[in-house]
């Protein structure tokens, strides 16, 4: 008969025994990602990293102008326009084929071939949610057009910002936001709970990929028109900023979080705690100004007071001339930049031109004509088989294969 200390001595033989011969799991290296050395990015070896690049906008996040629409100017009202004018079944599949032919593995191909080192990507916030948003109201596609452009980037060697340009409530209380004209994200805990769900959403799906550099998490918030209401709105930011960055970080502590001061991310006198996270730096944008060092000073002062990275998150929207002297003095003052936009229709102030579909002038007119009533949107609409074409010619248009290269754009740049 065993003894109760015999028994239990075999069986701790067994589990050992069981143990030496159990196969052990391949434990993989913790991925790399860029990290931050004071003013400077890092590569995973340890080399500078500066930002090079370009924004894909107008994908996830359509503005009216880049349709050469005024009224119609935020994707809420493009939408609004299009479902008048053409119906609601023929808007939802053309905004599942735009979102298949704008950008494509052609376009990144192209892009990483110009010199880029990363991209920046405009998005709404909507893409992950089951709110209503080109053609769906469920299931909405975030997540598969991102997992699909980093299979490209991946390919391209090339590093992407993930850039909520839409905000739930608004951040901006413009048109470039899509919301309803005020920057209700800083007075509305509602919408700040779902703006922080959602990033935590978006951290944690992507919390292990090293080819995205980090999460800008408010494209220019607060613009510059709320009068007495500025102190206030301004003074909600940070603290907006730290709710987000606490909840990614309970998900993802490998990302890069970046910043926007306010008023078109130019006032960075909003921030009172500028180093509240390991993994923070800041993001400027600036347009149609001198290219002197006066115009870039008040960034290179912030940023040397901080020690930590600022990069031009978006500039551009101008001539050749004017392009190759800001990149010029922003190499000078080691300050990164994407450019906005990539693609343009019909203009050559992006690396390359969509040619303009013969007849857009009448989709264009239908935007601007009054639709106040019923029988204003009657009055308005031409024929269906007519605005089908037109439609179906830009989505035909805007493929990589139709556009145009704009290479002195592109050298202006600092690229090729």
Known sequence: ????????????????????????ENKQAPAKFIAISGPDLTTPDGQKF?????NL??????????????????????????RELAGPDFTDQFWKKFKDNYVTREDIRFIKKTGVNSIRLPFHYKLFTDEDYMGLS?????FQRIDSLLSWCRESKLY????????PGGQTGDNIDDSYGYPWLMTSEKSQETFVAVWKKIAAYYKDEPLILGYDLLNEPIAPYFGADMVKLNAELEPLYMKAVKAIREVDKNHIVLLGGAQWNGNFKVFKNSKF??????????????????????????RDSVNLPIYMGETGENN????????????KNNIGYHYWPYKKMGRQS??????????????????????????????????????????NDFLENCKYSKCTENKGYIRAMGLE
């Open 160 to 167: 992407i910002i993930l850039d909520m340009h839409d905000a």
């Open 1 to 24: 008969m065993k003894t109760p200390l015999k028994h239990g001595f075999a069986a701790l033989c067994v589990v050992l025994l069981l143990a030496a011969f159990t196969p052990k």
């Open 277 to 302: 996270d390991n993994k923070m730096m800041y993001t400027c944008h600036r347009y149609w100004c001198d290219t002197l060092q006066a115009n870039i000073q008040d960034f290179v002062h912030f």
């Open 138 to 142: 469920v299931k909405q596609d975030g």
């Open 350 to 391: 992006s690396m390359v031109t969509i040619p303009k579909p013969e007849n857009w002038q009448i989709i264009v007119t239908f935007t601007e004509s009054p639709r106040n009533t019923f029988d204003d949107i009657r009055r308005a609409r031409p024929g269906q088989e007519l605005v089908q074409k037109i439609m």
């Open 50 to 54: 500066f930002i090079r690049g370009i």
């Open 320 to 331: 050749d001339k004017w392009i190759a002297a800001w990149t010029r003095l922003m190499v």
């Open 57 to 82: 906008g107008n994908w996830l996040n359509p503005e009216g102008y880049m349709f050469g629409f005024k009224g119609a100017s935020s994707a809420r009202l493009i939408d609004k326009a299009f």
